[in-house]
């Protein structure tokens, strides 16, 4: 069983900056795609980003591009993610998401189906 542990959330100004951790317990970390959804207050879960194994891809959700960044230290395991310029629509429960069974090779996938492990959450408040 693979356990995703969220961190870092917390309340930030518009304009302000936060980073989000998450460690990971699977044995094949360094071969998991990792990625982070969010989900607001009566939203659908949304993606925000992903990562290939070993930092060479990232892929990001166009609202988010240019202000938050995705991570990873393998030997931690353990993925983050920079957040930017925040703003009100920022404002969410941030999950982390492990797919195990991808090829290297394989593409990112923006979609949570595709992701077989989540972590709890973590709460995210932007205020204006």
């Known amino acids: 069983q693979v356990q995703l542990v969220e961190s870092g959330g917390g309340l930030v100004q518009a304009g302000g900056s936060l980073k989000l951790s998450c460690v990971g317990s699977s044995r094949t970390f360094g071969r998991d795609f990792m990625a982070w959804f969010r989900q607001a207050p009566g939203k659908e879960r949304a993606f925000v980003a992903a990562i290939s194994r070993s930092n060479s891809r990232t892929l990001y959700a166009d609202s988010v591009k240019g202000r938050f960044s995705i991570a990873r230290d393998n030997d931690k395991k353990t993925v983050y993610l920079e957040m930017n310029n925040m703003n009100a629509d920022d404002t969410a429960v941030y999950y982390c998401?492990?797919?195990?069974?991808?090829?290297?090779?394989?593409?990112?996938?923006?979609?949570?189906?595709?992701?077989?492990?989540w972590g709890q959450g973590t709460q995210v408040t932007v205020s204006s």
């Open positions: 998401a492990a797919d195990t069974n991808k090829i290297i090779t394989a593409p990112l996938s923006a979609t949570p189906d595709s992701y077989d492990y």
